[in-house]
């Protein structure tokens, strides 16, 4: 029997530079109301939500990517040929293949690497993270590019009430690296697929193309379902995530977790008993749920405005349609 060598990459990996895209226009409730019967402090209430971004034609899920890698590309301060791996995180790129991922890391400039993207909703960022974790220690990449990209608007029905204020577009991206120390903690993820009806696509894609339905797909949810999943299950996720990193809330500097109702933010951060010292994304207010893209992008905003800085410990955690989760705790580039 053959001996197989195994790999050898770095003892640890880290976030080394991020990067964020939010499309330039930017729709407050009042457009959003033009379509349903509901109220701007009605939407703020329940959701936090008082603008988001929409892309237009030219800001692909493609485009937004770009920009938010070279930006995350140039924070680590390395370059495009450097990245081993880019793996995208979407649930709005249309084309089933190939993936947009192989775009991205052509036109980024990257020399062939491995690209790919998955499907696992707003846990996306967080599944990706630990696949580039794993490929830095095993010796596959040096770099990787993570990114989050949605366009959420393409699958937003704005006559439903219960969703057509939630969705924003955007990409988040960052580069993950060799480290000498841990930087990026054990990840707990899983899933719960008894309760995958709870959040969904409306109809597939085979049902608008065979002319069965009128209406494009569209994102639906379950909404209190979904809260009391959220609020309860994803408390318990928060803290084990905390837990494998050997770590206590009072360790924590910031807490970024999935930017989907203010509410489950708060809850969260109330059962996880966050010190005040904490500081709390809310990148939700104006730029909505953005799924895959929210963690990044709420990281790259919290590094850009001082409200955290570089060496911060950070809870993050995703969790959305399947349903899947996904936390760790990070040091922040």
Known sequence: ???????????YARILGVGGYRPTRVVPNEVILEKIDSSDEWIRSRSGIQTRHW?????????????????????????AEQIGAVVVSTVSHFKQTPAVATEIA?????????AFDISAGCAGFGYGLTLAKG?????????????????LSDLTDLEDRATAFLFGDGAGA????????????????GSEG????????????????EGTVERFPAITQEGQAVFRWAVFEMAKVAQQALDAAGITSDDLDVFIPHQ?????????????????????ARDIRTTGNTSAASIPLAMERLLATGEAKSGDTALVIGFGAGLVYAATVVTLP
């Not at 892309?55 to 370059?79: C, P, Y």
């Not at 596959?140 to 366009?151: F, H, P």
């Not at 580069?175 to 993820?189: K, L």
């Open 106 to 114: 052509d036109k980024l400039g990257t020399d062939k690497a491995a």
């Open 260 to 280: 989907a109702n203010e509410r489950i933010i708060d809850s969260l951060a109330k059962t996880l008993k966050l010190p005040e010292s904490v500081t709390i």
């Open 55 to 79: 892309a237009n034609d030219e800001e692909t899920v493609a485009a937004m990517s770009i920009e938010a890698s070279g930006k995350a590309i140039a924070d680590a301060g390395i370059s």
């Open 174 to 189: 960052v580069v993950v690296g060799p480290s000498q120390e841990p930087a990026i903690g054990p990840t707990v993820w």
């Open 135 to 151: 490929m830095i220690v095993e010796g596959s990449a040096e770099y990787v590019l993570v990114i989050g990209v949605e366009r």
């Open 194 to 209: 008894d309760k995958s009806e709870t959040i969904k696509q409306t109809v597939p894609w085979t049902a608008y193309r």
């Open 1 to 11: 029997m053959a001996k197989i060598k195994a790999g050898k990459g770095a003892p």
